[in-house]
């Protein structure tokens, strides 16, 4: 069992099992959510699910180099991620949704090399030809002028997300993965503190199923996919 938990597979495909709900949830949350509402409680869902687990744990105090990477982590990941994922969202249908955001793993890939010398092997490079050649011809497909926006967005949250990713890489050098996905979101709800108001009135007039798909993305596929995905990339031995 412990072997098991100490393979970065395991959590990797833990992640994307989570993350294959979060298009097509997203989609419907978004038929009563405003986009900076949705993002906004779907990141103080997870930070308030992060710090109950923080108190279970040992932790080291937060120094105060660490907050501008923080702060980036929060933002690339979260704050910013969820406002432009979210937009894209409203634009486009899961499955596209699915396809662009996919390319994130090649995208981090592509940072780390220039970031970390790391090595791409040649079907990284073809996968990568692979992959924003399926963006050209979704965003040449026709569709609207709306539908290209959406593929715009997407592809710029994809880039978020990767940055997101390399970040981890520096973050996870002295801390746990908990801790700095906890962190993160922590950071990311504060920077999106002024959709409160909105949140509250969106919240108080959503229906019982509405609140439950918000309460699931905030626990499941943000706070406890996020973990895994951090603690997959730690144990991993390239972020690509």
């Keep these: 069992m412990r072997k098991l938990l100490s393979n970065s597979h395991v959590y990797a495909f833990t992640t994307v099992f989570l993350w294959s709900s979060a298009y097509v949830l997203t989609k419907v949350a978004l038929s009563h959510f405003s986009i900076a509402a949705l993002g906004f409680l779907r990141c103080l869902t997870a930070s308030a699910t992060l710090v109950l687990l923080l108190a279970y744990k040992n932790r080291a105090p937060v120094r105060l180099g660490d907050l501008p990477w ?11 991620y969820l ?112 959709c409160l108001p909105a949140a509250f009135q969106e919240i108080t007039d959503a229906t ?11 626990i499941f596929l943000s706070a406890l996919a996020y973990f895994a995905w951090t603690k997959a990339m730690c144990l991993a031995v390239n972020t690509g």
């Design 70 to 80: 923080l702060a980036a982590s929060g933002a690339a990941g979260f704050a910013v």
């Design 83 to 194: 406002l432009v994922f979210n937009r894209g969202s409203s634009m486009l249908n899961p499955t596209t949704s699915c396809v662009i955001v996919s390319t994130a793993p090649i995208i981090t890939a592509l940072i780390a090399r220039l970031s970390f010398k790391e090595h791409l092997t040649a079907s990284a490079w073809i996968a990568s030809v692979a992959a924003f050649g399926g963006v050209v011809v979704l965003m040449s497909g026709g569709g609207g002028m709306m539908a290209g926006q959406g593929v715009l967005w997407m592809m710029l949250a994809a880039l978020l997300i990767s940055i997101y990713n390399v970040i981890q890489r520096k973050l996870t050098v002295d801390r746990s993965p908990l801790e700095v996905t906890a962190y993160s979101f922590l950071m990311a709800s504060v920077m999106l503190i002024w």
């Design 208 to 218: 019982v199923g509405q609140i439950g798909i918000v309460i699931y993305l905030g």
